[in-house]
Nanobody
Framework: QVQLVESGGGLVQPGGSLRISCAAS????????MSWYRQAPGKERELVAA????????NYADSVKGRFTVSKDNAKNTLYLQMNNLKPEDTAVYYC??????????????WGQGTQVTVSS
């Protein structure tokens, strides 16, 4: 059974830091490109950061460049998002997504259930 379980969300003050995680199971994690998306109330879901299957290439939304860092540990089947210098506009539900990137996984994609991040004083 495929599962993506996010954790680590919470309430943090502006300027603070938070690290959220996404634990994967039920599929070969190292074969998947992983991404973080977020969705704020009344807004569309947007891509925040992505990392290739082997973790060699990362991409970020302009709004988080220089503040957020995405990483994945293929040995632990876990995706991370380190968020520094958080702003109120970073408040959203954060979701992880897996997209197949190797033969045998093409066409497959999975979503987690999300974790709430609230930035407020």
């Amino acid at each position: 059974q495929v599962q993506l379980v996010e954790s680590g969300g919470g309430l943090v003050q502006p300027g603070g830091s938070l690290r959220i995680s996404c634990a994967a199971s039920g599929f070969t994690f190292s074969m998947y490109t992983m991404s973080w998306y977020r969705q704020a109330p009344g807004k569309e879901r947007e891509l925040v950061a992505a990392i290739t299957a082997v973790g060699s290439i990362t991409n970020y939304a302009d709004s988080v460049k220089g503040r957020f860092t995405v990483s994945k540990d293929n040995a632990k089947n876990t995706l991370y998002l380190q968020m520094n210098n958080l702003k109120p506009e970073d408040t959203a539900v954060y979701y992880c997504k897996a997209v197949g990137a190797r033969p045998g996984s093409f066409g497959r994609n999975y979503w987690g259930q999300g974790t709430q991040v609230t930035v407020s004083s």
